[in-house]
Nanobody
Framework: QVPLIEVGGGSVQAGDSLRLACAAS????????VGWFRQAPGKGLEFVAT????????YYADSVKGRFTISRDNAENTASMHMSSLKPEDTGVYYC???????????????WGQGTQVTVSS
């Protein structure tokens, strides 16, 4: 059983919005930072956004700043990312991950989901 599960991906047109959600299947992550990463076809893993354990700290990649919003609900043991004004270059598999501290580095996260596909057509 994977530690994290992502849902909410899909195929949309440029300019549309999507909301991704991440839930923990085996543990409570209310004390963990949550990060979102993505991998476009033929490219490496790219940092997207991160949020601290209490939700009072967020940090975004420049490519999504102003368009994506990361949030969390510790009572529900979930995290979300609202993506608006989507562009074709946002296409990829999106992964959520948890770690001790918010970070843009994949190596700082210890638990990962299997990913959810987001496809944005022009």
């Amino acid at each position: 059983q994977v530690p994290l599960i992502e849902v909410g991906g899909g195929s949309v047109q440029a300019g549309d919005s999507l909301r991704l959600a991440c839930a923990a299947s085996e543990h409570t992550f209310s004390t963990d930072a949550v990060g979102w990463f993505r991998q476009a076809p033929g490219k490496g893993l790219e940092f997207v956004a991160t949020i601290g354990s209490r939700g009072d700290y967020t940090y975004y990649a420049d490519s999504v700043k102003g368009r994506f919003t990361i949030s969390r609900d510790n009572a529900e043991n979930t995290a979300s990312m609202h993506m608006s004004s989507l562009k074709p270059e946002d296409t990829g598999v999106y992964y959520c991950a948890t770690g001790q501290m918010p970070s843009h580095l994949p190596g700082d996260y210890s638990a990962w989901g299997q990913g959810t596909q987001v496809t944005v057509s022009s």
